[in-house]
């Protein structure tokens, strides 16, 4: 059974925006810190973003002031906020707990490219 539903990638100009959606059940959102991840063709998957059930977050250098994760508690849906894409950030994108706890989803790509 699929423990995360991730949505919202697309083919995308440099410099442009994408909103991902991921979607957990609701024991998994109420207890853990969640994050995302992502893993671009030919290399290992990396952590990209985390948020605290609290609302604490922190980010990889390279997305820190560009990509914003966000929560909803009550819909159990984690977002992250992408913009000024650049093509080094096309990868499949996943979400899962922080620290990992759970398998992974089927993910959403991202393709930066003009």
């Known amino acids: 059974q699929a423990q995360f539903a991730e949505s919202g990638g697309g083919l995308v100009q440099p410099g442009g925006s994408l909103r991902l959606t991921c979607a957990a059940s609701?024991?998994?959102?109420?207890?853990?810190?969640m994050a995302w991840y992502r893993q671009a063709p030919g290399k290992q998957r990396e952590f990209v973003a985390s948020?605290?059930?609290?609302?604490?977050?922190t980010y990889i250098d390279s997305a820190r002031g560009r990509f914003t994760i966000s929560r909803d508690n009550a819909l159990n849906t984690v977002y992250l906020q992408m913009n000024s894409l650049k093509p080094e950030d096309t990868a499949a994108y996943y979400c899962?707990?922080?620290?990992?706890?759970?398998?992974w989803g089927q993910g959403t790509q991202v393709t930066v490219s003009s």
């Open positions: 609701r024991a998994i959102f109420n207890a853990y810190s």
């Open positions: 899962n707990t922080w620290p990992l706890t759970r398998s």
């Open positions: 948020i605290t059930p609290g609302g604490r977050t």
